[in-house]
């Protein structure tokens, strides 16, 4: 199960699951928002990649750095961003019928070289 809201840089979104066929997720950052298709919850893979996108676009908003790109770019940022983290091994959630809040969120080290 998801959880029922995340902090990003201190500002509380609530997630809600919704039926959306057009969109895997959706911020809405003046509601402090965060929907996600359902069909996603049977994917863990888009699952963790869109709530990293739209987590992406919640941090753009809070920081105003949305302000200066346009937003075509801004789509193409979240996802770029949410496929790299989600690549190196970034995770919030395993299968989300089976998460739990109480569970320690799995992510791989990385070591730079």
Request: one cysteine or more; aromatic letters at 6%.
């Amino acid at each position: 199960m998801l959880p029922k809201s995340i902090r990003i840089l201190g500002t509380k979104y609530k997630i809600k699951i919704v039926n959306d066929p057009e969109n895997w997720g959706v911020c809405h950052v003046h509601d402090g928002l965060i929907e996600i298709d359902k069909v996603a919850l049977e994917r863990p893979d888009i699952l963790n990649k869109t709530l990293i996108h739209e987590i992406v676009h919640a941090s753009l908003s809070i920081t105003g750095a949305n302000q200066t790109i346009p937003e075509g770019t801004e789509e193409v940022i979240c996802e770029s961003i949410a496929s790299v983290f989600y690549d190196l091994g970034f995770k919030l959630v395993g299968r989300a019928k089976k998460y739990s809040q109480k569970k320690p969120i799995p992510v791989k080290k990385r070591v730079h070289k």
